[in-house]
Nanobody
Framework: QVQVVESGGGLVQPGGSLRLSCTASGSIFSVHTMGWYRQTPGQQRELVAKITRSHRIDDADSVRGRFTISRDNAKNTVYLQMNSLKLEDTAAYYC???????????????WGQGTQVTVSS
């Protein structure tokens, strides 16, 4: 069984910073691309940033220069450092990991349960 667990959300004022973490654990053979997505009520989930095992990054225009994604392959963990937060960054943030597990063949997406980020004065 594979679990993906996020942490680090919360309430922050505009201009503030937060750091999200996401760790994959369980019967894992290999963790491939890991990424952060966000969703607000009534809207589709959107990509914030993703990073491959070789640290190639793809991020959204809306967060470039403010958010930094990184990962520790040895810990199966991905981070999202969010600086200069804006009101419009308020959303539920979800981690997705592409994982080859011990129990199944092939690559499968695993999602975390989400962590709320609220930017408010």
């Amino acid at each position: 069984q594979v679990q993906v667990v996020e942490s680090g959300g919360g309430l922050v004022q505009p201009g503030g910073s937060l750091r999200l973490s996401c760790t994959a654990s369980g019967s894992i053979f290999s963790v491939h691309t890991m990424g952060w997505y966000r969703q607000t009520p009534g809207q589709q989930r959107e990509l914030v940033a993703k990073i491959t095992r070789s640290h190639r990054i793809d991020d959204a225009d809306s967060v470039r220069g403010r958010f930094t994604i990184s990962r520790d392959n040895a810990k199966n963990t991905v981070y999202l450092q969010m600086n200069s937060l804006k009101l419009e960054d308020t959303a539920a943030y979800y981690c997705k990991a592409e994982i080859t597990s011990m129990a199944e063949t092939g690559l499968r997406d695993y999602w975390g349960q989400g962590t709320q980020v609220t930017v408010s004065s």
